[in-house]
């Protein structure tokens, strides 16, 4: 079962980035190729009824099995960065963390008015990054076709932040 495989290969690290955080590290997934293309298929399949246009990858692990997912479902991929770390004319969203701010930014030209979007990520939390990715599609006149994530922290209720966006939602892996 692909949740078990998962599960199996991510790796606990006690207290990081703080202490008392319990941080689920992806990273080793990526040493195991044919569980890699495994998930990302997975999402491709979970998702491909979301009729979807584009997808969003939020920096930097969002990155790594969004860029697969979109090329699964031959669709664009679109970084979304932190404050500052792409080249061309920007859009941002500063939003709130337990422990301050936090900007993101997508290039002004990347999502197309009417497009479907999906944002995935590798982790979803308290949802604070991925509706900061979802208002960025917004202010380009997309629509938030859904989220999906590979591990959900369930009990840091995200995915109730998320739910003004859209219902659509995956998440491989839940703890």
Request: glycine share 6%.
């Amino acid at each position: 079962m692909l949740e078990t495989r998962i599960k199996q290969a991510i790796r606990d690290v006690p207290d990081f980035p703080k202490p008392g955080i319990l941080f689920k590290d992806i990273t080793p997934i990526l040493l195991d190729h044919k569980l890699s293309i495994d998930i990302a298929e997975e999402m491709a399949t979970l998702v491909s009824d979301w009729k979807i246009d584009a997808i969003v990858g939020v920096e930097s692990r969002g990155f790594l099995f969004g860029m697969m997912t979109a090329q699964a479902l031959r669709v664009p991929f679109i970084p979304v960065r932190k404050k500052g770390k792409l080249p061309y004319k920007t859009i941002s969203y500063e939003y709130q963390l337990e422990y301050g701010t936090a900007t993101v930014e997508m290039h002004t030209d990347a999502i197309k008015p009417g497009w479907n979007v999906l944002i995935h990520d590798d982790l979803l939390a308290t949802g604070g990054t991925a509706c900061a990715a979802a208002e960025l599609i917004q202010k380009q006149n997309g629509t938030v076709a859904g989220f999906a994530f590979i591990v959900t922290l369930d009990f840091l209720n995200g995915k109730q932040e998320l739910q003004k966006y859209t219902n659509n939602f995956v998440s491989l892996v839940n703890y």
